[in-house]
């Protein structure tokens, strides 16, 4: 297939996913609309219940979405049925949190890895040789080394674990990956070994990843773009350095301020501490769902929200912010 | 300037094992150190290093019949909590020395509202109040947290990870401890709610002036929050300084100067970070010399050999043999 380094290898265009619950619907994802170049990392940040990882699955199709429409390569897959979704599935991948869970304890490494090969029958293509080199090329390339082959899960330590993770994801030599949270459960010595692993692997392979974390720091080293999520809705959507140096949203701008580092000279700065807690994404009311605990909200901001252009490439819900 | 202040906690060479039927698991290996009143020490560490089984040793809160001090001293306020008795540290514990643990999601009752458990740790320390003074106080301590007392009637599972943070923080202050162990107090918690909850210790520890330790894995969080730093691996203190000395100093411990390296920058985006290679030795089976040797860039035939002798200047300790050698040709 012809890849073309200007056309966007994922896009999502308005897309909600809503979940039933006995109380009303809950709006995890509300009209979200971006595009992904290949060989580029989206992060997505926002805390936990922003709707970050159930936008991640909701673009795998690893769950219906409402309304809205996901392309891939230009094409919506939303409609595509499950052969031709096998297919899509290949190019398209997904790497989870926990180490520890998402790994079958009774299955040896090698069978973990070779998994995906035969759940989207692409095994059938492969005589045992060339898979047993397919295996051993991708071990390698993940940083396994060879012995692991027959060892289980419980025998090895997370960032291990991680790594046979993205082993299971990288067999299918995908396009595009959603790392959601991959190195949070990961001490900082074997997040940074991830890291780097990932970012080799995407000069190498032009991989695209979208990329989602609650944590700032890591998504500023790994993205080239950064969508700050809150309570399902995109309030700010930026190039990296950009949205670092330039935060619009009030939100945006609080989540940067709390950051904790290293660097001791911050120690002493004017900190903004958000009041108050998420409300309920259930039958939220219209407008900004960030006005119930936002500093500048004024009546307005109950109205209705939606992304405006404030530089090239810079979107933000709000620029209320930025002072 | 610290010196001159009263010492609150002093540990001394102190060793603690796990014995389980396979193996002999030594978690803290020869551990000091010192802590004054009214100080706020950082314990970093990667997950193994030791942490919490030092938190646990202090309370005597180690599993029964598996966990183990086999040596060393740990002196509260000059007397030996090692050979203390089990009544004099249910007097101690939550009075004296508080702990607030990792998890609110698991520390607090599901089965009883807020309001009964602040309550039944008040009965605990306060028995002499009436009841209506007892009531008052539970008031009181929700509204220092930030909690409306207008709550207090519901449960756990009513509240966000934060706002059970602060429950757990309110009933570990009740007594005014001297002492607050923090294991991770903020790990589980989104950075607004970590700023809030930081935010809120600062606060309360400057109005109780209790000395604070806290154990994280995030540089961040003890640069944000800590005068003093101890960085722990394998069981033992590798270095230890103000927080200037560790962040802001040109000689670390290798082992620090990696930790830093792992940690993307805010500022400086064009670097590729460095990770330490390798892992943290089995705790069931110790390198002879420095724990560190293996994954090491600076290590060194001797350091295979024996452990360093602690470097020591101006508060500064770091536990490393090219500290040692740098000593000997300066002398």
């Known amino acids: 297939m012809p890849e073309d380094k200007n056309k966007p290898i994922i896009e999502a265009i308005n897309l909600c996913k809503y979940f039933k619950t006995p109380k009303g619907q809950l709006h995890a ?55 031709q979704m096998n297919r899509i599935h290949q190019n398209m991948q997904m790497i989870f949190q926990d180490p520890y869970s998402s790994l079958d304890p009774r299955m040896s490494i090698r069978a973990l890895i070779t998994e995906p090969l035969e759940v989207l029958g692409t095994k059938k293509n492969m005589s045992a040789a060339e898979e047993k080199e397919k295996v051993s090329e991708i071990m390698d390339m993940c940083g396994l080394p060879k012995y692991y082959n027959n060892l289980y899960p419980h025998e090895l330590d997370g960032g291990m674990r991680q790594r046979v993770g993205l082993a299971r994801a990288m067999i299918l030599d995908p396009k595009f990956i959603v790392c959601d949270e991959p190195v949070s459960a990961l001490d900082v010595s074997i997040q940074a070994q991830i890291l780097n692993l990932l970012l080799d692997l995407q000069d190498r392979n032009g991989l695209s990843y979208m990329f989602i974390t609650h944590d700032l720091a890591v998504v ?19 190039e990296s350095d950009e949205l670092f140096a330039h935060p619009m949203h009030p939100y945006t701008r609080a989540l940067l301020n709390s950051i904790p580092t290293i660097d001791l000279s911050r120690r002493n700065r004017e900190r903004i501490t958000i009041r108050g807690e998420v409300s309920s994404p259930i039958n939220p009311a219209p407008g900004c769902r960030f006005a119930p605990r936002c500093p500048y909200a004024t009546e307005a901001c109950r109205q209705n929200q939606c992304l405006k252009q404030v530089s090239p490439g810079h979107f933000a819900a709000c620029t209320e912010g930025f002072k | 300037m610290e010196n001159d202040k009263k010492v609150v906690l002093e540990i001394k060479d102190l060793h603690v094992q796990y014995n389980t039927d396979d193996a002999t698991v030594r978690a803290v290996n020869g551990l000091n150190l010192t802590l004054h009143e009214g100080e706020k020490l950082g314990l970093v560490g990667e997950t193994g290093a030791g942490k919490t089984t030092l938190a646990l040793s202090i309370l005597k809160l180690l599993p029964e019949k598996v966990g183990e001090i086999t040596k060393g001293s740990i002196t509260y306020k000059g007397e030996d909590l090692v050979t203390a008795s089990e009544g004099h540290m249910l007097k101690l514990r939550g009075h004296s020395i508080s702990m607030i643990f990792q998890d609110p999601m ?57 706002m059970k943070q602060r429950i757990v923080i309110a009933m570990a202050l009740i007594a005014e401890p001297e002492l607050l162990l923090a294991d991770e107090p903020t790990t589980a918690l989104d950075v607004t709610i970590q700023a809030q909850i930081l935010e809120l210790m600062r606060k309360l520890k400057e109005e109780f002036n209790s000395a604070v330790v806290l154990i994280t894995h995030d540089l961040g969080v003890v640069a944000e929050f800590c005068d003093t730093v101890s960085v722990i691996y394998s069981g033992m203190v590798v270095e230890h300084g103000t927080v200037e000395q560790i962040f802001e100093g040109d000689g670390n411990h290798p082992y620090t100067k990696g930790l830093i390296h792992c940690i993307p920058s805010l500022t400086d985006t064009s670097k590729r970070l460095k990770p330490i ?6 705790p069931r089976n110790l390198p002879q010399g420095c724990c560190f040797a293996d994954r090491c860039p600076n290590c060194m035939e001797v350091c295979k050999q024996r452990l360093p002798e602690p470097y020591e200047k101006d508060g500064h300790m770091i536990l490393c043999h090219l500290y040692d050698e740098k000593e000997a040709k300066n002398a």
Do not use: W
Request: glycine share 10%.
């Open chain 1, 29 to 83: 994802v509300e009209d979200v609309s971006f595009s992904l170049m290949p060989g580029k990392t989206l992060g997505v940040v926002g805390e936990s219940g922003c709707g970050k990882s159930t936008l991640g699955r909701t673009i795998l199709r690893l769950q219906p979405a409402t309304s809205g429409e996901v392309r891939y390569e230009g094409e919506n897959i939303l409609n595509y049925n499950r052969k």
């Open chain 1, 220 to 238: 500023k080293y790994i993205s080239d773009e950064i969508m700050v999520m809150y309570m399902g809705q995109v309030v700010e959507l930026a």
């Open chain 2, 106 to 162: 698991t520390s607090l009752n599901p089965t009883m509202s807020v309001g009964d458990q602040v309550l039944e740790v008040i009965n605990l320390h306060f028995p002499e109040l009436s009841s209506a003074e007892k009531t008052k106080k539970v008031d009181e301590m929700f509204n220092m947290v930030g909690i409306p007392a207008s709550r207090k009637g519901e449960f756990p599972h009513q509240f966000s990870g934060g």
């Open chain 2, 277 to 282: 290679p390798g892992r943290m030795p089995d």
